[in-house]
């Protein structure tokens, strides 16, 4: 007997975007520890690509209803920030970078190839967006009963 649960496409939406969020924050972790073919590229990049997807889908489960495109814009604008306060370093700062969390949500050093991985991110993050658009739907989720 199949389970049938009736929950509203409205959470089944939010639910798939805060476990985005939850698969994406170890991947972004293991790119800092990394090692094998690559790991040079996997250290300084991959998670560049990563950190916009980590920041829209977790604005996203708490706004599920937020324009995707418009979000993708100002996810690109705020990495963009991010990584110019990198040039800045004040004691605050630099406070917060003296830790592995810090050093990883606001980085260490500027790096201008990081805004094509922020793009390349972004893109991504819509991308996925679409998917789970279409994973979660209510009609997908009637044909497969």
Avoid at 95 to 104: D, E, H, L, P, Y
Avoid at 113 to 126: E, K, M, T, V, W
Wanted: hydrophobic content about 50%; proline content about 6%; some cysteine.
């Amino acid at each position: 007997m199949p389970l049938n649960l009736k929950i509203p496409h409205f959470h089944r939406r939010r639910a798939a975007f805060f476990l985005t969020v939850l698969a994406v924050t170890p991947l972004g972790f293991a790119t800092k520890f990394y090692s094998g073919p690559g790991e040079h590229w996997m250290h300084l990049y991959a998670g560049d690509i990563l950190y916009p997807v980590f920041w829209y889908f977790l604005f996203l489960t708490f706004f599920p209803r937020f324009n995707p495109y418009l979000l993708a814009g100002l996810n690109l604008a705020f990495d963009c920030i991010c990584e110019c306060t990198q040039l800045l370093h004040t004691p605050l700062l630099e406070s917060i970078r003296s830790t592995f969390i810090g050093r990883t949500l606001i980085g260490n050093g500027f790096d201008s190839h990081d805004f094509y991985y922020y793009i390349i991110g972004n893109i991504l993050a819509l991308v996925l967006y679409r998917l789970l658009l279409i994973i979660v739907s209510p009609r997908n989720l009637h044909a497969a009963e």
